[in-house]
């Protein structure tokens, strides 16, 4: 749902379509209904867990404000970032959730292996918030969130490789991985790119 709002807010921004803009706020109206049936005081958030690419659920739905100008969008979007960001960010740096039993209402947070995708989620993320409020907080966290790539992590290593150009593909909790993927080295750039705009 959320990859298919931020989507059709690109489409319909270019190319106004009625029918396709009810679609969008249906989405976007799915997207907070999630919201209401899971979030709680401690929890605010659209699922039970946090898993992958979790900064586009919010993202979407600052899309979906920017689109529709409904209040209740940015406010969902916002709430759900902050949260996100009040778990990701320890020690003074970016620290996704790690794909090795991510990290569930229930349960404890899974801190390994780390992604290049969800920081470069989290950038992009970042500056649609920024963009979307003007408010400099998210401006400041997107540049230290891509300070991951950069070795602002828990091992201070360089997840960007400046030799080949490519990217590892992830953190471990002692090591990284040395294999250079092309999701790793896309994310990368996506983040860069994001990043350069401003």
């Known amino acids: 749902t ?14 106004p379509n009625s029918r396709l803009a009810k679609l969008l706020q249906k989405l976007a109206e799915q997207q907070i209904s999630q919201y209401v049936e899971n979030a709680k005081k401690d929890w605010l958030w659209f699922e039970d867990s946090l898993t992958y690419s979790n900064s586009k659920l919010p993202e979407s739905l600052f899309f979906a404000y920017l689109a529709t100008k409904k209040k209740s969008y940015l406010a969902v979007a916002e709430k759900s970032l902050n949260f996100l960001i009040d778990t990701a960010f320890e020690k003074g740096y970016f620290s996704p959730i790690g794909q090795n039993g991510w990290y569930s209402r229930s349960g404890k947070r899974a801190h390994f292996d780390q992604q290049p995708e969800d920081a470069s989620s989290m950038v992009q993320t970042l500056l649609v918030a920024y963009q979307t409020t003007g408010k400099v907080r998210y401006r400041k966290l997107a540049f230290d969130t891509f300070q991951w790539f950069l070795g602002k992590n828990h091992l201070n290593q360089m997840v960007y490789d400046e030799s080949t150009g490519g990217c590892y593909d992830g953190l471990g909790q002692q090591t990284l991985n040395l294999n250079q993927g ?17």
């Open 182 to 198: 092309a999701e790793s080295t896309i994310s990368y750039l996506l983040a860069r790119l994001a990043i350069e705009e401003l």
């Open 2 to 15: 959320a990859f298919s709002l931020i989507g059709l807010s690109y489409y319909t921004k270019t190319k």
